[in-house]
């Protein structure tokens, strides 16, 4: 029996546009709060606000994009979404106040929630169903690279020429995810727009039901992967590591990749049930190591097992909440999953500033350890208790 065919050209576009997308992203994500303290001399609150309005944007048009995409067509709304997000990195250079930029950051966002939605939407159609676990392993992994190469190649742009240039090649990233998105040829019958036979705007018709349960655990865990975004290059200060904090997540990606093609498979041979405890106990580990981390051994450590669990647990999500959508509301399943886990990581960035201004990281970082283990009780009780879980390979026979 053949295997079927996974590394496709277009599955390969698919995944280049969608690391260009997120490397935009976090190109902008470490470098536009410290432009706009320095250029406007705005407060951190205001600075802060150029992701939060950005990932408000993306949250908000994801519902609307996974119902366009059933209507309209998943490379229509995908070209849409990519000029608007290429067309939103040409504005950078004009404004003159910080007003300006988040006027941007809110177009930027729209762009980016709707294509990073259709993208995943066109992947798990592109992907062979028996080996959609592995396919989107695959396919997350351009994301995991994004946000290891996006800090640095941000930093340095902004750091050692300025601005201009930094917004210079911000331009030329978002134009590679343009040009990667056009190179796709979708199979005809997804070419086809699809009859709107269903009121517009219902409940049912922005957010796909059988996702929601698995999404609010990812989401629920995002929380936690916020916390290390936003606060393990100040705990690496706090705990005299900072000449290490910047491998922190080359190491998270090293061990990712690592484990890639073995979960993946797993996942497609034994069902999310088999991937989910093992990976949310090395979360759980991760972290009581990282809290407990006393040299670069131990720090590092904590970063290898955290890559291992947490980088293994969202594609697992991921492949979930479209597996158990019916195949013309993939794009909905989509959209409900990536706008609960941004959810996710807007709410922990703020709850976990707060938290983090009355303890210190290490004791914040040890908590996160039991907020991991009673995710595991939600998975439980949302996902594994509700149904006796069939195997991808079983599923892609009955279709």
């Known amino acids: 029996m053949t295997k079927s065919k996974l590394w496709t050209k277009d599955f390969i576009s698919v995944s280049l546009s969608?690391?260009?997308l997120f490397l935009t992203f976090y190109i902008l994500l470490v470098t536009l709060p410290i432009y706009a303290l320095k250029e406007f001399h705005s407060s951190a609150s205001?600075?802060?606000l150029m992701t939060t309005i950005f990932l408000l944007s993306a949250i908000i048009s994801r519902p609307l994009s996974g119902q366009w995409l059933e209507r309209v067509g998943n490379k229509k709304v995908m070209l849409t979404a990519l000029i608007i997000f290429a067309g939103a990195s040409i504005f950078y250079f004009f404004p003159k106040s910080i007003t300006g930029f988040l006027v941007i950051r809110l177009l930027h966002g729209v762009g980016f929630g709707m294509a990073t939605t259709?993208?995943?939407t066109i992947v798990a159609d592109l992907i062979p169903t028996a080996r959609r676990g592995e396919g989107m392993g695959y396919f997350v992994m351009s994301t995991n690279l994004a946000m290891v190469l996006g800090p640095f190649v941000g930093l340095l742009a902004i750091q050692q020429w300025g601005a201009k240039w930094l917004f210079t090649v911000t331009l030329v990233v978002a134009i590679g995810a343009l040009l990667t998105g056009f190179s796709i040829k979708l199979p005809k019958k997804e070419q086809q727009s699809q009859p709107a036979a269903q009121?517009?705007?219902s409940a049912r018709n922005l957010f796909e039901p059988s996702a929601v349960s698995i999404s609010i655990v990812g989401g629920f865990l995002a929380i936690v992967y916020s916390a290390l975004l936003s606060f393990v290059s100040v705990y690496a200060t706090e705990i005299h590591l900072a000449n290490v904090a910047s491998l922190f997540f080359v190491v998270y990606a090293i061990f990712l990749l690592l484990a890639r093609p073995f979960t993946g498979?797993?996942?497609?041979?034994y069902g999310a049930n088999v991937i989910f405890y093992p990976c949310i106990i090395l979360f759980a580990i991760g972290m009581f190591v990282l809290s407990k981390a006393n040299g670069s051994f131990t720090f590092l450590l904590s970063a290898a097992l955290i890559g291992i669990g947490w980088g293994t647990l969202f594609p697992t999500f991921q492949t979930v909440a479209i597996q158990d959508a019916e195949?013309?509301?993939?794009?909905l399943a989509t959209a409900t999953f990536l706008s609960i886990y941004d959810t996710g990581i807007a709410l922990g960035s703020f709850l976990v500033g707060l938290v983090a201004a009355k303890m210190s990281y290490s004791s914040l970082y040890f908590l996160c350890t039991f907020y991991v283990l009673i995710g595991a009780a939600l998975y439980y009780f949302f996902h594994h208790s509700k149904k006796r879980e069939t195997s991808p390979k079983l599923k892609s026979q009955e279709q």
């Open 18 to 20: 969608n690391f260009f």
């Open 46 to 48: 205001q600075a802060g």
């Open 118 to 120: 259709a993208a995943g």
């Open 199 to 201: 009121p517009a705007f």
């Open 265 to 269: 498979k797993w996942l497609d041979q």
């Open 327 to 331: 195949p013309k509301r993939r794009g």
